[in-house]
């Protein structure tokens, strides 16, 4: 029980149904139903009268479909051994228990619930089924109080001191998703200590709720909240950061929870020999991050330490590297390949009588919330050549996918149709899942109900609902008049192109020489490391010197890595798995071939234009501090006073992003000054502290040991002047709201991390950078050290600012994603191409010049056009840009398309 999250898997897949009504009127009741629906939190519980697994011994199909494993039936246990070379954990994270220290009422109120909770209330397949409103009496709330920071920055017993990362950026997601969702105007607030949105483009999310969408950031630490007689309401008193003293009402509260390790996973590690921190997370070393202290065992995701979803990802892709790299050897000696029923002739398809399949998906409320889904199966039913039609809850999920094959084969269909959400992310799973059932994976079209349907015309569900005919009727229309395409095998060349030797670089070039790939570093100084040559130590405290050294020495001295230092790329040609990059270095040309690249070029320390930079000796930026402190340089000892100022350069209109690791360095710097000279006078000016996860211990240490944490304004002046031959910072303090003035002996500034201009790689590559000049990934969440193009990949400071143990294990993710290519030995390219009929040919060399893949170009000995159908992408620019019409793009022909418009 205390594992449910009542999410409702387990009552949507239970096969018995009953004639009474589901207790919260959503559904026919089932063997398994909400417990205690008034209560929160809410939970599932299994009516054993109506259970076919206790009649019978069999189905277990809650079991099955619980994501937490809290069901568990008592026959289950049984022994199992298993012989492995390496083990990853990544068993995931419990949250904070409010009802521990209940200074909230969390379990006094229905209307107090976790941000978990939250998620439940607002998803389709929760207990409301996606509609926003509070458990105690139905109502839609009109506004809404998040507290961050519970059970996590909190010193008392039963809570962790740490930042749990994630929390402040869960709260706005969450608030503008229930903005989404509200009919009326809902106001939002959240009450924070730091607003902690560090991630990549984190920052504009937050500006956009703060200043586009309304939602108001509270600064104050709430203490408790009364529930108001009779009414539900929630009574929250504040004192607000001018010192004003408020209350106000809100109908619902939701506690952001902080991350802990789960208890029976950390008895676990314990018992073989994992050694854990004071909080039970692995101990670790900052250049080997996801590796713990038992050889042959790495970790990933929220037992690392607190993160959100995108470095989760990373730390899985960077443990299966690591573990990669370790068991190498074995590679393919278990392996299995998967086998696939054969493929339908094509002239058993071509011709014939088209069979089409329609699946029409409610996606929970996403699509059923607005569109009528029954009317839409029976219209669809009605439709030339549709031979078969299904209604699914969740068409992308695995037991819908099972069930979508089998109906191919028994309904005979040579042709299927989708009804669902973008093809953008679910056409690749939904082709897969017509390949299993013997159908030529291009035979298959989706149409965006959810989209085009029921997310744009949400108010007016009667026209959702016919455009989702329309939609329909289209894709029938079009998939009728589609042919099998062939997908041509290449092979792939085995090795790999790293550009960059800074910590990202070596670390992604010596993961993929350990996994036995010949790998070419390019380095465009004189020498390996980048930027971690100008570091003093991690957060942890380690040397970073002294480790760079021994990744150089690494590097070096491996056989498998090409190191080329000083050098130019010139050139870039070829595709995924045959890539041809012309290289200049000591005066040399050199041609690389590789199957993969790895973008690693880092970044560098923003040069202040202000504060008296680069006019007065005694303004430094972190990195300048940071070799004085290397070097040992004595006057440090001889200063009585030092201030940082944070955010120069970030989080400004021209900067509009966080470099996340500056609040940290400046803290670590602070600390060491501390230790030089006790009694120095320390002040760090800053907008908020980020010093997230488990780097929040810095910061309490800091404040014991004496330095002074001041928050300025920055809507207001922050100055620095040399008066009278002293350095003079004047700025308004935030808290006071008075004009405050410091003398100090020196002054550093925490300086942006900026990108590197590299217009010409992302030319060559066809790779896109974002407004702040960072290099895009595929996929924030799924994708993030991939790029659209395929074949190349991305980490380190190209990617974001990020620290070391960041950079390293980012590096090794995208090591983990060039193998996975590098392994497979061929590759297919794709069915959708361009195709040139030389009948129709001009030579007008439009194609060439328009296509930004350049696929077309012309044979020589014909001197027509033709298109080199792996380089060709399917956009169509060519297709439609040809005076002739000689050119057509496979599964969008102009009859098909002509079709669709009809």
């Known amino acids: 029980m205390n594992k449910c999250i009542a999410c409702g898997s387990c009552a949507e897949k239970c096969p018995r149904k009953v004639d009474d009504e589901y207790n919260r009127g959503l559904a026919k009741r089932k063997a398994i139903y909400v417990q205690y629906p008034q209560a929160v939190p809410l939970k599932y519980s299994i009516d054993a009268e109506r259970c076919i697994f206790f009649e019978k011994g069999k189905c277990k199909a809650c079991e099955k479909f619980c994501p937490t494993g809290a069901i568990d039936f008592e026959d289950k246990q049984k022994e199992l ?5 390496s083990i990853i954990f990544c068993p995931g994270f419990d949250t904070y228990d409010p009802g521990i220290h209940d200074t909230y009422g969390y379990h006094r109120s229905p209307n107090i619930v976790t941000s978990l909770e939250f998620e439940r209330i607002l998803a389709a397949s929760g207990p409301y089924q996606g509609h926003l409103i509070r458990p105690s009496d139905n109502r839609e709330p009109d506004k809404i109080a998040w507290i961050q920071c519970v059970g996590s920055r909190d010193v008392h017993a039963g809570s962790n001191s740490y930042c749990s990362s994630a929390c402040c950026t869960h709260a706005i997601k969450e608030a503008l998703v229930a903005k989404d969702h509200s009919k009326g105007s809902l106001d939002t607030a959240i009450f924070f200590i730091d607003v902690r949105t560090f991630g990549k483009d984190y920052e504009r999310y937050y500006n956009r709720a703060k200043d586009r969408e309304g939602v108001r950031f509270i600064k104050s630490k709430i203490a408790n909240i009364v529930e108001k007689d009779g009414s539900g309401n929630l009574l929250i008193r504040y004192t607000d950061e001018t010192g004003r003293r408020a209350e106000e009402d809100f109908d619902l509260v939701v506690l952001s929870v902080g991350y802990s390790v789960t208890q029976n996973v950390a008895d676990l590690a314990r018992k073989i020999g994992i050694g854990l921190d004071t909080y039970d997370f692995p101990e670790g070393n900052s250049f ?14 929220c037992f690392h330490s607190p993160k959100d979803i995108p470095s989760s990802v990373i730390d899985a892709s960077a443990a299966a590297a690591t573990a990669g790299a370790l068991l190498a050897d074995a590679r393919f000696s278990l392996s299995q390949v998967k086998e696939l029923p054969p493929e339908i002739p094509p002239e058993e398809i071509t011709g014939v009588r088209p069979r089409v399949g329609v699946f029409v998906c409610k996606c929970g409320t996403n699509i059923a919330g607005v569109v009528d889904v029954p009317a839409v199966a029976q219209y669809a039913r009605s439709l030339p050549f549709v031979e078969h039609v299904d209604e699914n809850l969740f068409s992308c999920s695995q037991d819908t996918q099972e069930q979508i094959t089998e109906a191919i084969q028994h309904h005979q269909l040579n042709r299927v149709v989708v009804a669902s959400c973008t093809p953008q992310t679910h056409e690749a799973l939904f082709q897969e899942t017509v390949r299993n059932a013997g159908i030529n994976k291009y035979l298959f079209e989706m149409a965006n109900i959810r989209n085009q349907c029921s997310w744009v015309h949400a108010d007016n569900p009667e026209l959702a609902t016919e455009k989702a005919k329309d939609l329909i009727r289209m894709a029938t229309q079009k998939v009728a008049l ?43 100084t004189d020498r390996l490391g980048g930027n971690a040559l100008k570091l003093y130590t991690t957060w942890k405290g380690e040397d970073i010197a002294k480790n760079t050294r021994s990744f150089i020495d690494a590097v070096e001295a491996d056989e498998r890595i090409t190191t080329f230092r000083s050098a130019e790329i010139t050139k870039v040609e070829g595709f995924v798995g045959n890539f041809t990059t012309t290289i200049k270095a000591a005066g040399e040309e050199h041609e690389l071939a590789h199957g993969v690249t790895i973008i690693a070029t880092g970044g560098a320390e923003l040069t202040p234009t202000d504060h008296c930079y680069g006019k007065d000796p005694r303004v430094l930026t972190s990195l300048e501090l940071d070799g004085l402190l290397k070097e040992n ?11 940082f100022i944070q955010c120069v350069g970030s989080r400004i209109p021209e900067r509009p992003y966080c470099s996340k690791v500056c609040c940290t360095h400046s803290v670590m ?46 809507e207001k002046d922050l100055t620095v002047d040399n008066i009278n031959e002293k350095l003079s910072i004047r700025f308004t303090d935030y808290t006071l709201g008075r004009e405050a003035q410091i003398e100090p002996d020196l002054l550093v500034l925490a300086s942006a991390i900026a990108p590197r201009d590299e217009e010409f ?17 595929a996929h924030v969440k799924l994708r993030p050290v991939d790029f659209a193009v395929d074949g190349v990949f991305l980490c380190g400071l190209a990617h974001s600012p990020k620290s070391i143990d960041e950079s390293i294990a980012q590096a090794q993710a995208a090591a983990a994603r060039a193998v996975s290519l590098l392994a497979q030995k061929t590759i297919y390219t794709s069915g959708t191409i361009a195709m040139v009929n030389p009948l129709y040919c001009s030579t007008c060399g439009v194609c060439v010049a328009i296509c930004p893949f350049k696929a077309p170009g012309f044979n020589e000995k014909t001197g027509l056009a033709e298109i080199n159908p792996v380089l060709c992408k399917g956009c169509g620019l060519c297709v439609a840009s040809c005076r002739s019409g000689a050119i057509h793009l496979n599964g969008f022909d102009e009859a098909q398309i002509m079709s669709m418009i009809r």
Not at 288 to 300: D, E, K, L, N, R
């Open 669 to 714: 710097s602070a600390l060491h000054l501390k230790e030089l000279n006790p009694d120095l006078s320390v002040f760090i000016l800053h907008r908020d502290m980020r010093t997230y996860g488990l780097r929040e211990n810095l910061y309490k240490e800091a404040r014991e040991q004496g330095v002074v944490f001041i928050r300025f304004d920055n």
């Open 482 to 524: 589609l042919e099998p395409l062939a997908e041509q095998e290449l092979e792939i060349t085995q090795a790999a192109l790293v550009i960059g030797g800074g910590l990202a670089g070596m670390a992604a070039a010596q993961n993929l020489a350990e996994q036995g790939y010949q790998t070419y570093l390019v380095e465009r």
């Open 81 to 85: 051994t298993l012989q492995v070379g």
């Open 288 to 301: 080997f991050p996801v590796q713990t202290s038992h050889p042959g065992i790495y970790v990933a995701g």
């Open 633 to 643: 340089d004595k006057k440090l000892t001889e200063i009585k006073s030092c201030v």
């Open 761 to 777: 790689l992302a030319q060559q590559f066809k790779i896109p950078v974002n407004e702040d000049g960072f290099f895009v990934e």
